[in-house]
């Protein structure tokens, strides 16, 4: 009678994978919107779900790289708020909120809708619909990029230009990596969806380049209200 009770205790014992997490994500996961649930991986991290562990994976790369540049942002605040008596040097006007910046800007923060649409397109199977929202992005990427560069050529300081000029190129130009970053992996997916049947298993690819291209717009609404809203 024991050894009957330990035999069905054995096989009632749910297998443990090798790459499962010991948090249990579920009840969590429940609880987020559905656009939300998908940074969580479901079943608590069965070996299933290989989108799910992997988008939350990625989501956590996106974490710390968050951190990086919120260790940027706090350090530019600081220096601006100790330094503003003579943040700018005699002669230097800094960053402008120019017709090219705002243009830019919109250009960049409509890309992330642009690249949701070519996303759910994805998920539904209409791929035609999917590579012309994806090369629309890629477009709107490529133009901020141009103008970014556009705008550097014709600021009036340069990288060695006191605090305004090493934390302005610093900022913008490691948020200008990202974006290119964004561009060349939208590239990639856009090749890849000419393969035959590339995306019927899934599109864990199109999923995080979604994602990042989202963490690239949220950054730069930081950095555009601290660079050329805050006026010295």
Known sequence: MQRRFFQSRIVQRRTIYID????RF???RRRLPNKAQRF?????????????KAIFGFTVFLLSESLVFLSFILTYIGLRLTHSKN??????????????VIINTVILLSSSGVIQFAE????????????????????MGTYF????????????FGLNTGL???????????????????????IIMLA??????NYHKGHFGASATTLFWHFVDVIWVFLFSIIYLWRA
């Not at 499962?20 to 948090?23: F, I, L, M, Y």
């Not at 890849?192 to 049947?197: L, Y």
């Open 20 to 23: 499962e997490s010991p948090v």
């Open 40 to 52: 969580l991986p479901s079943g608590g991290g069965s070996a299933e779900d290989h989108h799910g």
């Open 87 to 100: 943040w700018l040097p005699p002669g230097v006007s800094g960053p402008e909120l120019s017709n090219l």
């Open 164 to 186: 305004v000029g090493s934390t302005f190129y610093l900022l913008t130009g490691f948020h200008g990596l990202h974006v290119l970053a964004g561009v060349l992996l939208q």
């Open 145 to 156: 990029l141009i103008g970014q560069a556009i705008e550097w050529s014709k600021l009036d």
């Open 26 to 28: 579920e009840r969590w």
């Open 192 to 197: 890849r969806s000419f393969i035959p049947g």
């Open 120 to 139: 759910n397109a994805l998920q539904h199977r209409e791929i035609i619909k999917f590579r012309l929202f994806w090369l629309m992005t890629i477009c």
